[in-house]
């Protein structure tokens, strides 16, 4: 039953909170159609805000805002149907702004479609990413409609690149993209540089910096990802371990020290990087 999705939250009469993790946008939508509910579907995450206003069970507008990006209508609907995990909440007795769709049959069939068509693509599930040309990439063949995405999305999030006309085409290109290795796409690193005071340690080796086990698993935690880590000064980005019980310290081999001409004691800010 609709009223109690999966991840009902016992809302008081008519709402209802999920994430479509477990209840897909093209079935929450049919399920509010179904039903004949009056109101409005919102999604958040962290990157966009959407939202879908039903009368009477026919839905009538749809919306999706991204800072000053805006898609109404049916691109809205195609968009929304993209996203694999948000939370939603729905509002009854909410009404539309404006009306941008005509309710009926068309809607379902629209989101059916949509459905279809971002069941063979395969991008990923967090549209916050950015996307950048990879450091070491090999010559590819691309159309020009490839071309003109490429040379335009690099430094993007994927939801900065996907909220235009055009959402499924577009959505298609970065899945060639990315797929033929002509793209990657990172998380957005968010954590702030940490200063830390040089330790020397001893073995053979090189190429690899030490940071507190704590320190490293809180980066961990915030970026997800597999990261390296930038020194400044002196510029330069190595590979980064975890070791116990070094807090405000960062390990660096003798020959790293030798080749960086840095000293124990010595401070160097460090920020993770993917």
Not at 96 to 109: E, I, M, S, Y
Not at 154 to 160: A, D, L, N, S, T
């Amino acid at each position: 039953m609709l009223g109690q999705p999966p991840g009902h939250s016992g809302q008081p009469s008519g709402h209802l909170e999920g994430n479509l993790a477990e209840f897909p946008f093209s079935a929450l939508v049919g399920a509010l159609m179904s039903t004949g509910r009056t109101g409005r579907l919102l999604l958040r995450t962290p990157y966009l805000e959407g939202e879908v206003f039903l009368q009477n069970g026919q839905v009538v507008h749809a919306r999706v805002r991204s800072g000053e990006k805006v898609l109404e209508g049916e691109e809205a609907l195609d968009l929304l149907t993209g996203i694999k995990r948000a939370p939603y909440r729905f509002e009854p007795e909410v009404s539309p702004p404006h009306t941008t769709l005509l309710g009926g049959l068309a809607v379902p069939a629209r989101l059916a479609e949509a459905e279809a068509q971002w069941r063979g693509l395969a991008l990923p599930a967090d549209w916050g990413y950015v996307l950048r040309l990879p450091a070491k990439g090999g010559a590819v063949e691309l159309g020009p409609e490839a071309l003109r995405v490429l040379a335009q999305v690099e430094g993007k999030r994927i939801v900065e690149v996907l909220l235009a006309p055009g959402t499924l085409r577009l959505a298609r290109i970065l899945h060639t993209l990315l797929q033929m290795g002509a793209l990657e796409a990172v998380p957005l690193v968010e954590v702030p540089p940490a200063s830390l005071l040089v330790l020397p340690i001893y073995g053979p080796g090189s190429g690899v910096a030490y940071v507190d086990e704590a320190l490293y698993a809180e980066w961990a935690r915030a970026i997800r990802h597999g990261f390296r880590l930038r020194l400044r000064p002196p510029e330069v980005v190595m590979e980064v371990r975890p070791r116990p019980n070094i807090p405000g310290r960062l390990g660096l081999l003798e020959e790293d020290l030798r080749r960086l001409r840095l000293r124990r004691g010595d401070r160097v800010e460090v920020v993770p990087e993917v």
